[in-house]
């Protein structure tokens, strides 16, 4: 079991930036895919971005590619999302998922992941 925990949302305006964190416990990160998701008011959950087992592979849905990076520590056992400029339509709360099975490298697939956080809230103002 995996336990995963989001921190760093809140309330910002446009053009601002923000660091999501997510904390990994209970196997070892290094082994585990993980990725940031987000659901906005109203809508479904959609991929954000991605990370490889070792940080050296990653993806991003094309709404935020240029904008969002996504990184690893797996000596914190923490994956991390800094997003600049941001954009009222990237108010939503923001989900950090793991995926231990094996697969690809790396996960884009909401139904590909094995654990998830509580989530985060993220509010620009315009």
């Known amino acids: 079991q995996v336990t995963l925990v989001e921190s760093g949302g809140g309330l910002v305006q446009a053009g601002d930036s923000l660091r999501l964190s997510c904390a990994a416990s209970?196997?070892?990160?290094?082994?585990?895919?993980m990725g940031w998701f987000r659901q906005g008011p109203g809508k479904e959950r959609e991929f954000v971005a991605a990370?490889?087992?070792?940080?050296?592979?990653?993806d991003y849905a094309d709404s935020v590619k240029g904008r969002f990076t996504i990184s690893r520590d797996n000596a914190k056992n923490t994956v991390y999302l800094q997003m600049n400029s941001l954009k009222p339509e990237d108010t939503a709360v923001y989900y950090c998922?793991?995926?231990?099975?094996?697969?690809?490298?790396?996960?884009?697939?909401?139904?590909?992941?094995?654990?998830w956080g509580q989530g985060t809230q993220v509010t620009v103002s315009s």
């Open positions: 990370i490889s087992w070792s940080g050296g592979r990653t």
């Open positions: 209970g196997r070892t990160f290094s082994s585990l895919r």
């Open positions: 998922a793991a995926r231990g099975r094996l697969g690809p490298t790396v996960v884009v697939e909401t139904s590909e992941y094995d654990y």
